[in-house]
Nanobody, 122 residues
Framework: QVHLVESGGGAVQAGGSLRLSCAVS????????MAWFRQAPGKEREFVAG???????QYADSVTGRFTIFRHNAENTAYLQMNSLKPEDTAVYSC????????????????WGQGTQVTVSS
């Protein structure tokens, strides 16, 4: 398992943008697939976006065209660029890591960050 630390959350108005960061330590970052999940109050944690070790990406339908996941291997960091934010994007966002390939299932990830709050007001 690796250690993950998120940053970049905050409060923004609808239509605004935020960039989340996930710094990884304790492993060979380039071997890991990275994913972002989110959990809104009273709802289950859900997959948002993922990027494989070879930069293949996958997105939830609800964020396609608005969010972009990317990684900088030299920085051991994964990012989630969030544009055109909506109130329904309000949630705690967490990054997760697993070797090589993406999964959309929470249980497939063994390493998690502590989460960062994103609040979008209308």
């Amino acid at each position: 398992q690796v250690h993950l630390v998120e940053s970049g959350g905050g409060a923004v108005q609808a239509g605004g943008s935020l960039r989340l960061s996930c710094a990884v330590s304790g492993g060979t970052f380039s071997n890991y697939a990275m994913a972002w999940f989110r959990q809104a109050p009273g709802k289950e944690r859900e997959f948002v976006a993922g990027i494989e070790w070879n930069d293949v990406t996958q997105y939830a339908d609800s964020v396609t065209g608005r969010f972009t996941i990317f990684r900088h291997n030299a920085e051991n960091t994964a990012y989630l660029q969030m544009n055109s934010l909506k109130p329904e994007d309000t949630a705690v966002y967490s990054c997760a890591a697993r070797l090589w390939t993406i999964s959309t299932m929470v249980g497939d990830f063994g390493s998690w960050g502590q989460g960062t709050q994103v609040t979008v007001s209308s």
